[in-house]
C-alpha cells in the first residue's frame, strides 16, 4: 500500500511540475483543482497555465495565473521573470520592469533578466539605464548577439554612432547559431551607417 501510494504521489507531483509542457490548459486546472498538493508545489500548476497563455498572446491570463504562482512560491525568480514578460507584452512596462528587478534580485548572475530589463527600459525612453542593464547582460553572457544588438540600437538613439557600430559589428563577429535574424538586422544598421557617412554633408 505504502509503494502504491509512493507512486501516486510521485505521478501526480510530475504532473504538477511538468503540466505546462503541454499546450492544454485544462491539465493545469485539473492539477490546481483536484490535486492534493498544496502550497509552493501548486505553483508549478499555476506556472505552467500561465506560460501557456503566454505561448497563445493571452497576457492578461497570464499575469492572473504568475500572480498566484509567486504568492504561492515568492523565491523563484524564473515566476517574476515570466510575468514581467507577459506585462511587457501587456504594455505594463514600469510593472514589467519592477518584475525584473525582483528576477534579478533572486538570481543575479542570469543574464536574460538584465537583457529583457534593457528593453523595457529603452521602451519607456529610458536609454541611459537600459545601457547600463545591458551592460550586465553583455558582461554576463558575452556570446548573446542580440544583448549586443540591442545596446547598439540604445547608443544608436542616444546618438552614439561610434559605439553602437561597436556592437553591431561585434554581434556580426560571433559565431553563427540560431540568432540568424540578429546578425542580418546587425549587418543592415552597420550598411545605414555606412551609408550615413559617406552621404555629402549639406550645403548651407
Excluded at 483543482?33 to 492578461?60: M, V
Aim: glycine share 6%; net charge negative; aromatic share 6%.
Amino acid at each position: 500500500m505504502l509503494i502504491v501510494l509512493a507512486v501516486l504521489m510521485g505521478l501526480s507531483t510530475h504532473m504538477v511540475v511538468n503540466c505546462g509542457d503541454e499546450d492544454d490548459p485544462d491539465i493545469c486546472a485539473a492539477v490546481i483543482g483536484f490535486s492534493p498538493l498544496r502550497g509552493s508545489l501548486i505553483a508549478f500548476a499555476y506556472e505552467g497555465r500561465g506560460r501557456i497563455a503566454l505561448r497563445h498572446g493571452d497576457w492578461q491570463r497570464a499575469i492572473a495565473d504568475f500572480d498566484e504562482a509567486i504568492h504561492l512560491n515568492p523565491n523563484r525568480a524564473a515566476l517574476y521573470r515570466d510575468r514581467a514578460l507577459a506585462r511587457r507584452q501587456n504594455g505594463d512596462l514600469e510593472l514589467a520592469i519592477e518584475d525584473y528587478d525582483e528576477a534579478i534580485a533572486h538570481d543575479p548572475k542570469l543574464a536574460a533578466p538584465y537583457h529583457q530589463r534593457g528593453l523595457a527600459l529603452a521602451a519607456t525612453g529610458d536609454l541611459d539605464r537600459a545601457i547600463l542593464s545591458y551592460n550586465t547582460a553583455v558582461r554576463l553572457d558575452p556570446s548573446d548577439a542580440q544583448a549586443r544588438l540591442d545596446r547598439g540600437l540604445a547608443f544608436l538613439a542616444r546618438g552614439q554612432a561610434d559605439d553602437a557600430r561597436a556592437d553591431f559589428e561585434a554581434a556580426l563577429a560571433l559565431p553563427p547559431g540560431k540568432d540568424a535574424r540578429t546578425r542580418e538586422a546587425a549587418r543592415a544598421k552597420l550598411a545605414e551607417l555606412a551609408s550615413a557617412e559617406a552621404a555629402p554633408a549639406p550645403r548651407r
